[in-house]
C-alpha cells in the first residue's frame, strides 16, 4: 500500500537561499510523524512545499501515490491533507461557524465524515462561541478553530505546525488530548512541536532536521535512547 505522503530528495529556496537539501520522509496509513529541530531548520519550509506554498526546487512529493508537488494548495487539499497553520489564521471576521462551513468537503468512501455536529461534539466550547468572530476567540479557542476547519475537510493527513505554541499549560493539555483521539481513529498526523516530551509519547516515528536536512530519523523508542541527538539537534 502507497504511504499516505512520500517526499523524496526534496529542495527549496528562498530567492538565491537553498533552504531544503535532499530531504526524504514517509507517512503511514494512522501513523504520526513528526518534524523536529530548531527554529529556522526546515521544519515550516518543509510544510509550505507539501501544501504548494513554495515551488519545488527539486525532489517529488507523493500523496496516496499521486504526485502533487507542482500543484496549487486548493487542488492538494482534495487530496486529502489538511492544515493547521502555525499561528492558526483563522478567519477574523467570519463567525465559528462560518470557518467551518468554510472550507467543509464531502470526502467519499469515509466512514464517519468531520460535519458540524460531530466538530461541536469533540469540541463543546467551539459550539458555546459558535455566532463569535474568529477575533473574538482565546488562543486555545482559535487553535481548536483551526484543527475543527482542518478536520471538516475530511482529510486523510493532518499537518498541524506548531501545535501548541503560546498557548496556557491547560489548553496545551487539551490538544494533545485531542491529537491522541484523533490518532486512535485511524487519522495519520505530521506534527511540529517543541514539546518533545509529549511528541514522544504521541508519535510513532520522527525525523530530525539541520539547516535544511534530515539528519537523524527513528521511532520513539530509539529516540529516547538517543539523548545525544536531542543534546545536539533540539537543544533539551
Known amino acids: ?14 530567492g538565491r537561499a537553498q533552504a531544503l537539501f535532499d530531504i526524504s520522509m514517509d507517512v503511514h496509513r494512522g501513523e504520526v510523524v513528526t518534524l523536529l529541530g530548531r527554529n529556522g531548520m526546515g521544519r515550516s519550509t518543509t510544510i509550505k512545499c507539501m501544501f504548494g506554498m513554495l515551488p519545488l526546487g527539486g525532489g517529488t512529493i ?10 496549487p494548495s486548493h487542488v492538494i487539499a482534495r487530496h486529502g491533507l489538511a492544515l493547521v497553520p502555525e499561528g492558526r ?21 469515509v466512514n464517519t465524515p468531520w460535519t458540524l455536529k460531530r466538530i461541536y461534539d469533540f469540541f463543546p466550547a ?3 462561541r459558535r455566532n463569535n468572530l474568529g477575533s473574538e ?3 486555545g479557542e482559535q487553535q481548536m478553530l483551526a484543527i475543527g476547519r482542518a478536520l471538516m475537510t475530511n482529510p486523510q493527513l493532518l499537518v498541524l505546525d506548531e501545535a501548541t ?17 484523533l490518532k486512535s481513529e485511524g487519522l495519520s498526523l505530521i506534527v511540529v512541536d517543541k514539546n518533545i516530551k ?6 510513532d516515528r520522527h525525523y530530525v532536521l539541520e539547516k535544511g536536512r534530515v539528519v537523524w530519523d527513528g521511532t520513539s523508542t530509539d529516540l529516547r535512547s538517543e539523548q545525544g541527538i536531542i543534546h545536539q539537534y533540539l537543544g533539551i
Open 126 to 128: 467551539l459550539q458555546e
Open 1 to 14: 500500500m502507497n504511504p499516505i505522503l512520500s517526499i523524496r530528495g526534496l529542495q527549496a529556496s528562498y
Open 165 to 181: 505554541e503560546g498557548l496556557a499549560p491547560l489548553i496545551r493539555a487539551e490538544i494533545w488530548r485531542v491529537l491522541a483521539v
Open 198 to 203: 509529549a511528541l514522544l509519547e504521541l508519535a
Open 89 to 109: 489564521q483563522v478567519f477574523p471576521t467570519l463567525s465559528v461557524e462560518e470557518n467551518l462551513i468554510a472550507t467543509a468537503r464531502c470526502a467519499p468512501g
Open 62 to 71: 507523493h500523496a496516496s501515490g499521486k504526485s502533487i508537488g507542482m500543484l
Open 137 to 139: 476567540l482565546s488562543g
